[in-house]
């Protein structure tokens, strides 16, 4: 069987470093890469063909092939450090990406955010349920997913809605929640859990859902996938876990009103409506439904206990 074309965007990122990375040691023999990359000699291997370029509007002839193909897109931007908003690369790159696809692509995954649900209390949450982005950023992903769910191009495309990704080379999600544990001092009851996925088994889901797609080339749905492991965790469970890997540390714990929460995102005073987003993140429940997922990809990675992933991932730490 020849090999597909995986069209990465957004290879160097977090996610995309590991999804090259399991292509390389895991499925070599069933993909070539292909990456669109700012710079060249990123990558610095023989076995990633790398296309310069850049979303919006800079994405080269060369980056899709003639042969059967899939788009990885995971090219979005997630800080606005200059300012200029999130819209141009996150909807109207997706939208270029869409319209440079060649007849010979079988399908598109997009990843996506969970925070297109919204920022409230959200427990359990499936995949029809309706969308409510809150944040610049959300809305932004929101509108990429539109431009890929209703595409005219009618192949396999898969929208990806994780919460929270984390790992060992994890920079963000763990380490603020680690250092939180440490000051003893946490927003919410200690009862609110999120969902969570290990980077490397989001990227296996992610292979996975290419493979899928190139064993079903005639079928043309689009589809939302929450992802992460089945059992959320509260944030209890979590300093439990930190608890037996790092050293106890007492915890105090300080709920936060949903309802005043709502009140002063009303004012839409700029700094507070972010510092009571930030809140949310971490003081209400924000846990998917992953039961869909299972339906494409191996149901034993979906399952796997996150109170074990997330103990293996800091016992790799130490």
Not at 195 to 223: C, F, G, N, Q, R
């Amino acid at each position: 069987m020849d090999k597909i074309d995986l069209i990465i965007v957004g290879g160097t990122g977090y996610v995309g470093r590991n999804v090259i990375n399991q292509v390389l040691s895991k499925f070599s023999s069933q993909y070539n890469i292909r990456a669109l990359v700012r710079r060249p000699n990123v990558f610095k291997s023989a076995d990633i063909t790398e296309l310069q370029g850049e979303l919006p509007d800079n994405i080269p002839e060369g980056l899709f092939t003639s042969s059967p193909n899939i788009l990885i897109h995971l090219g979005t931007k997630n800080i606005d450090n200059d300012n200029s908003g999130f819209f141009d690369v996150n909807v109207r790159g997706t939208i270029n990406l869409m319209d440079a696809l060649p007849p010979s692509t079988l399908g598109v995954i997009y990843s996506s955010s969970f925070s297109v649900y919204g920022q409230e209390s959200l427990h359990m949450v499936r995949e029809t349920a309706p969308l409510n982005p809150q944040t610049p950023l959300a809305l932004s992903r929101s509108q990429a997913e539109e431009a890929i769910l209703n595409s005219a191009r009618k192949m396999l495309r898969f929208v990806l809605r994780p919460r929270f990704i984390i790992g060992k080379d994890d920079t963000a999600t763990l380490p603020r929640q680690i250092k939180m544990y440490q000051k003893g001092i946490s927003i919410g009851s200690g009862n609110q859990e999120a969902t969570y996925i290990d980077v490397v088994d989001y990227a296996d889901i992610i292979l996975e859902l290419a493979s899928y797609i190139s064993k079903h080339p005639d079928e043309k749905k689009a589809k939302a996938l929450n992802v992460g492991y089945d059992n959320p965790l509260s944030l209890r469970q979590l300093h439990q876990v930190f608890s037996e890997v790092l050293g106890h540390k007492r915890q105090i714990y300080i709920p936060i009103s949903e309802k005043l929460v709502n009140v002063v995102k009303k004012l839409k005073f700029g700094p507070v409506f972010n510092l009571v987003t930030m809140l949310e993140l971490g003081a209400l429940s924000h846990c998917a439904d992953t039961t869909e997922v299972k339906k494409y990809v191996n149901a034993e990675v979906i399952e796997k206990n996150p109170y074990e992933v997330i103990k293996n991932i800091l016992k790799c730490g130490q």
